[in-house]
């Protein structure tokens, strides 16, 4: 029997967002108002992808993670240590390219560190990732020395706040990468190893796949999105602050991958229905702003979007409406 | 020795040498009264932690805990402060609350069939965000009743104090070890870890023991909370924030296996004293930072972990009965 798949009749995300992009119009009927000013494009839209840029790039990273049953539950630290490196290398006055690379081979570090745990210790991913979540923060506040780090280097803090082509650097930062993981994982079989490692990673083995080497690689490519999240992240505020940067972006992250409709029980993933979660998460963020309701209220959305689609998900409920279906087929036969 | 006892017996060895090295560095630190704080301080980690202790075994996990905390301590304090209700009929309000906050993730973890974490993610968000709603600044508590219950405690001999939460603390951990060694319900949650296909085919009613696991979790969690506003005398909706990482920090350190079926409800008492002895340590020290604590935590997480690996994977060889990677 076929399950009945809501996602295959329309894409559900799209209608989402598109839902409360309306009502943020509704509440704010500037919303969609976009100008351009002293050559930059300036409105709420734009403010959404801006903002929503380190949560796409790390839903980017988290996406084929996921999609191997994994999770990396240390990105936010990472983001926090990657902006450590950044502000004190920009302190120190290194040039942008120095200051970069330093920060992305950390957070490839710490994802090479991350992989290696999950795929040659065999530990849980979510286990192995716990260990640098707690450290992380740690490790971070060792290279501040406990300070928040401002720096004042035009260069990096361009990336940050930066524009190019009118929009803003984050996103075209985000949307590059999207591009260029989507081609990676669609153009080259890296995508088919990730799914069949996702749907059973024995019986991948088995089929002469390597995969640890995989895996390696997939965490390390999170750890390397992280560190930039944790850059974009570090120059928006011009400073590092160990304790706050990243702070449960790991779950807005998640968050996005599952939105995008990636199955948590793996093989199955789309990189940039991740990054569409990501801007439905911030779309969700900026019209609780705009409405004036207090941000807390956020939190109590968020679960309840994620609750929505966990009941969607679910392959019990799935059943249940094939099973109504069924039968209303029958009835209408006989 | 029973090979079973193996990875508890080295975590309360290592608690023990790493104690020692303490007192013989720092003397001082040999005094009922650093041991009586050792209580007080981690009182609340530690009920919280026998709750992740059970769901651990069951082989699932509560990330929600540090949020129920957090929103256990503000309906307390609101309860009290702009109620007026008496303490003790808010605590059995809140405990109801957590409890049915609890089972209701629970419920959807077995009824939805979906991964336990991101259920407990959920009702995290859930949790703080009622908590900020209700208020958003800490509610100072004054109360007859919280200033008596802080005042009492059983004076040790050397000058320590062993306080109501202290000793609360202990007899959480008492309980919960009953719990789970000799009664029916104790024996569900191993099975259910061990092997969830095979406790079904066993006749476990796993529905209501995967409800009842993850209500007693938040019931200790709700527990927790209170302790913790009797302990800082006040409600705040960003207390104990990620304190779920200690509480599965203590419980992988005091031995108990993350993929479930195996652990001891005294060894993460072992792993609470372990956090609080880096932390006292540190104090002692006074040249190192706070930030040391969260790297030494980590590095002894990834140790236990490391070991578990170790043992297991040595005894698995031994039966031929490796687990397939997850």
Redesign the interface.
């Given at each position: 029997m076929k399950r009945l798949q809501l996602t295959e009749i329309v894409r559900p995300q799209l209608l989402a967002l598109a839902c409360i992009l309306l009502l943020n119009w509704f509440v704010f009927p500037g919303f969609f108002t976009i100008t351009w000013q002293d050559g930059r494009l300036f409105g709420s839209l734009i403010d959404v992808i801006n903002r929503g840029a380190p949560v796409a790039i790390l839903a980017i990273g988290m996406t084929a993670i996921i999609a191997t049953?994994g999770?990396d539950l240390s990105v936010g630290a990472v983001m926090a240590v990657a902006g450590a490196v950044a502000a004190t290398a920009a302190v120190a006055g290194q040039p942008l390219v120095v200051t970069l690379i330093a920060a992305l081979l950390v957070g490839l570090l710490c994802g090479l560190w991350n992989g290696s745990l999950v795929a040659f210790?065999?530990?849980?991913p979510?286990?192995?990732t716990?260990?640098?979540?707690?450290?992380?923060?740690?490790?971070a506040?060792?290279i501040t020395e406990?300070s928040i780090v401002t720096f004042s280097d035009p260069a990096l803090i361009f990336v940050g706040t930066g524009s190019l082509l009118g929009l803003p650097m984050p996103a075209v930062i985000a949307l590059a990468l999207m591009l260029a993981a989507h081609l990676v994982m669609r153009r080259t079989a890296m995508g088919l190893f990730v799914e069949a490692i996702g749907t059973n990673?024995?019986a991948a083995s088995y089929t002469g796949l390597r995969t640890r080497t995989v895996i390696l690689t997939l965490y390390a490519f999170g750890g390397l999105c992280a560190a930039l999240a944790g850059v974009i992240a570090a120059a928006d505020i011009r400073g590092a602050d160990?304790n706050n940067a990243g702070l449960w972006l790991e779950?807005d992250a998640?968050l996005a991958v599952?939105i995008g409709g990636t199955s948590?029980?793996g093989g199955r993933f789309s990189i940039p229905m991740s990054v569409l979660g990501a801007v439905i998460i911030q779309a969700m963020n900026t019209g609780i702003l705009v409405s004036g309701l207090?941000p807390?209220?956020?939190?109590?959305v968020?679960?309840?979007v994620?609750?929505l689609i966990?009941?969607m998900?679910?392959?019990?409920?799935g059943e249940i409406v094939a099973r109504r279906f069924a039968r209303l087929k029958l009835r209408g036969k006989t | 020795m029973n090979p079973r006892y193996r990875p508890l017996a080295a975590t309360t060895l290592i608690f023990i040498v790493a104690y020692a090295l303490c007192i013989m560095q720092y003397p001082s630190m040999w005094s009922t009264r650093v041991l009586g704080n050792f209580l007080t301080d981690n009182a609340f980690l530690g009920i919280a932690a026998v709750g992740a202790t059970f769901v651990i075994i069951s082989g699932g996990i509560d990330l929600s805990v540090g949020a129920v905390v957090g929103l256990a301590g503000v309906l307390s304090a609101v309860l009290i402060t702009k109620l007026g209700l008496h303490p003790l009929l808010a605590f059995a309000i809140v405990l109801f609350v957590a409890s049915a906050f609890g089972a209701g993730m629970g419920a959807a973890i077995h009824f939805l069939r979906v991964p336990p974490f991101i259920v407990t993610l959920a009702g995290m968000f859930m949790a703080r965000g009622v908590a900020s709603i209700l208020t958003q600044d800490s509610i100072p508590i004054d109360h007859e009743f919280y200033r008596t219950i802080s005042s009492l405690y059983y004076l040790l001999p050397g000058g320590g104090r062993l306080s109501v939460i202290g000793l609360l603390m202990l007899l959480v951990f008492l309980v919960g070890g009953v719990i789970a060694h000799k009664t029916r319900f104790g024996s569900y949650v191993y099975a259910l870890g061990g092997n969830p296909t095979s406790a079904a085919l066993m006749g476990v009613p796993v529905g209501f023991t995967t409800i009842a696991i993850y209500a007693l979790g938040s019931f200790l969690g709700g527990l927790a909370g209170i302790v913790y506003s009797l302990y800082t005398s006040s409600g705040y909706p960003l207390a104990a924030v990620g304190m779920e990482l200690d509480a599965i920090a203590a419980v992988v350190i005091g031995g108990t296996l993350l993929t479930g079926g195996y652990g001891f409800i005294f060894g993460t008492l072992i792993g609470v004293m372990l956090q609080g002895l880096v932390q006292t340590y540190i104090v002692f020290d006074g040249t190192l930072s706070s930030w040391w604590t969260k790297i030494a935590i980590g590095l002894l997480l990834f140790m236990f972990i490391l070991l578990q690996k170790l043992v297991f994977s040595a005894q698995g060889r031994r039966t031929r009965l490796q687990k397939v990677p997850a």
């Open positions: 049953r999770v210790l065999g530990m849980q979510f286990v192995a716990l260990v640098l979540m707690v450290a992380g923060r740690g490790v506040q060792l406990g990673r024995s160990a779950l998640i599952v948590l029980l207090p807390e209220f956020n939190l109590i968020k679960a309840s994620i609750i966990l009941v998900q679910s392959d019990r409920i | -």
